[in-house]
């Protein structure tokens, strides 16, 4: 079981950009491929993107691709979401999660086992 401790985020203007943090601990990072997902205010969570242990492929849900960009640091135990051209849809709580198959990346939910405590994006128009 890996712990993953989030930073980033907040309010900011339609056009800006933003970079979430997520740090793990009490794990083998290289174990895990890792994604981010978000959950805006009445809906459900949904995919963002994923990346594999080895930086080597990324997954990217539609509405963010060409905007957002997923990487990770294993020396530093770090995955990271770069955020640009932030639109006021992207606003919800934005959460890491870990998923204990380091070569697979997969948009579904619910086969990350541990998960950051989430980061609020607030993006106005």
């Known amino acids: 079981q890996v712990q993953l401790e989030q930073s980033g985020g907040g309010l900011v203007q339609a056009g800006d950009s933003l970079r979430l943090s997520c740090l793990a601990s009490?794990?083998?990072?290289?174990?895990?491929?890792m994604g981010w997902f978000r959950q805006a205010p009445g809906k459900e969570r949904e995919f963002v993107a994923a990346?594999?242990?080895?930086?080597?492929?990324?997954l990217y849900a539609d509405s963010v691709k060409g905007r957002f960009t997923i990487s990770r640091d294993n020396a530093k135990n770090t995955v990271y979401l770069q955020m640009t051209d932030l639109k006021p849809d992207d606003t919800g709580v934005y959460y890491c999660a870990a998923d204990f198959r380091p070569g697979i990346i997969v948009p579904e939910i619910e086969v990350y086992t541990d998960w950051g405590q989430g980061t609020q994006v607030t993006v106005s128009s």
């Open positions: 009490r794990g083998i990072f290289s174990d895990y491929a």
């Open positions: 990346i594999n242990w080895r930086y080597t492929d990324t």
